[in-house]
C-alpha cells in the first residue's frame, strides 16, 4: 500500500553535503542533471547539512560550506522559481521523521549498509550518528512525497533501504508514503581523481592535486590537470581497464565539450582538456562571485524555500505520526 500522486511530472529530490568544496565531479554527475531537468520535474534540492555531522567536523566549515554550496547551486543554474531550495536543518520535519523511521528500521539493516561499514573500520571511535544517517536520508527522501531520486552507484542502496522501510511502514500501519524509485546518474558522470584515477574523485577540505573544484581558479585547474597521473603506453586511446587516468581525462574533455576530441598526445590532451575546464567554470565562477558578494540574496533563497516545502513537511509527519499511533496535537 502506498500513497498514489495525483501530479503530472515526477518530484525528484537532490541533494549535497556540505563536507567539502563541490567539484568536478559534482558539475557534471549531479548539478547539470538537476539544472536540465528543472522543467522536466518537479524538483527539491537540499544542503544537507545534518549529514555532516556524522564523522569529526569543524562546525565553522560547515556553516560555510553550506552557504557555499547554495551559492554554487545557484550560480550553476538552479532557478528557485523552478527548483526548491534550501537548507535541512532548516526544516525541523527532518529530524522528527528520522526518529519514526529508525522505529521501523532493523540494527541489521543500518549496519549492513556499505559507507558504514568502510568508514567504521578506518575509525577508532565512531559516532551512533553514522550508523543511522541513511535512515535520516531515508526521512530525506520520504518526507516529500519524492518518486524519483537520481544517485550513483555508491547511493542506490541507501534509496533501497528507504523503500524498504517505505514499503514496511505502509504494511504496517497504513498507506502513508511514496515508494522513492532510484534514478541513475548519467554515465558521464563519473569523474575519477587526477592522481588516483581508479579511485572517484570526491569532495575535500583540502588542497588536493587529484579533485578539481568548482571554484578553483584556472591557475590551479590547470596545473592540476597537467600533472594528472597518465600512464607509459603514450598513446591516447579510451581504456579504463588499462588507461584509467587517460580515460579519465579523455571524458572530463567530452563532459566540457560535448565531443570526444582527437589527441597526438599526453601533453596536448592534457592542455586542451584544462582549457576546456576552465571554459567550462569560467562564467559559473563569474555568477558564484556576485553572488557571494550578496549573501543575504543566498540566505533569502534557502529561507524561501524551506518555507515553500514546509507545509508538504508538515502533512507527511502528521500523517506518519498518526498512523505509528501518535496522538494528534
Do not use: W
Not at 146 to 161: A, S
Amino acid at each position: 500500500m502506498t500513497i498514489t500522486p495525483t501530479r503530472t511530472r515526477a518530484r525528484r529530490l537532490s541533494g549535497c553535503k556540505p563536507t567539502g568544496h563541490l567539484q568536478l565531479g559534482n558539475l557534471f554527475g549531479m548539478i547539470r542533471p538537476l539544472v536540465a531537468g528543472q522543467d522536466d520535474s518537479e524538483t527539491v534540492t537540499m544542503v544537507a547539512d545534518l549529514h555532516s555531522f556524522t564523522v569529526e567536523h569543524d562546525p565553522a566549515a560547515v556553516r560555510g560550506l553550506t552557504l557555499e554550496q547554495a551559492a554554487v547551486l545557484l550560480a550553476a543554474g538552479v532557478d528557485p522559481e523552478r527548483t526548491v531550495l534550501y537548507v535541512q536543518s532548516h526544516l525541523a520535519e527532518h529530524a522528527q521523521l528520522h526518529y519514526l523511521l529508525e522505529c521501523a528500521t532493523g540494527y541489521g539493516e543500518a549496519q549492513r549498509m556499505v559507507a558504514f561499514k568502510e568508514k567504521a573500520a578506518r575509525a577508532e571511535q565512531v559516532r551512533l550518528s553514522l550508523l543511522t544517517y541513511p535512515v535520516l536520508m531515508a526521512a530525506d527522501i520520504l518526507l516529500h512525497d519524492t518518486e524519483e531520486v537520481p544517485v550513483g552507484d555508491d547511493q542506490l542502496q541507501h534509496v533501497e533501504l528507504a523503500r524498504a522501510v517505505a514499503n514496511r511502514f505502509n504494511g504496517r500501519y497504513g498507506p502513508t508514503f511514496t515508494v522513492p524509485r532510484a534514478v541513475p546518474a548519467p554515465v558521464a558522470a563519473r569523474v575519477m581523481d587526477l592522481a588516483e584515477p581508479t579511485a572517484k574523485m570526491g569532495k575535500t577540505n583540502v588542497v588536493s592535486t587529484g579533485v578539481i573544484s568548482i571554484l578553483d581558479d584556472p591557475g590551479t585547474v590547470r596545473r592540476k590537470i597537467m600533472r594528472a597521473v597518465t600512464d607509459s603506453v603514450n598513446v591516447v586511446r579510451h581504456d579504463r581497464e588499462h588507461q584509467p587516468g587517460v580515460t579519465n581525462l579523455l571524458e572530463i574533455y567530452r563532459a566540457c565539450t560535448g565531443q570526444a576530441g582527437r589527441f597526438d598526445s599526453y601533453g596536448q590532451l592534457k592542455r586542451e582538456t584544462a582549457e576546456a575546464v576552465v571554459d567550462v567554470l569560467a562564467p559559473l565562477q563569474e555568477r558564484y562571485e556576485a553572488l557571494r558578494r550578496r549573501p543575504e540574496a543566498v540566505e533569502r533563497v534557502l529561507r524561501e524555500g524551506a518555507e515553500r516545502v514546509r507545509p508538504r513537511a508538515a502533512a507527511t509527519l502528521r500523517r506518519a505520526g498518526e498512523a505509528i499511533g501518535l496522538v494528534s496535537a
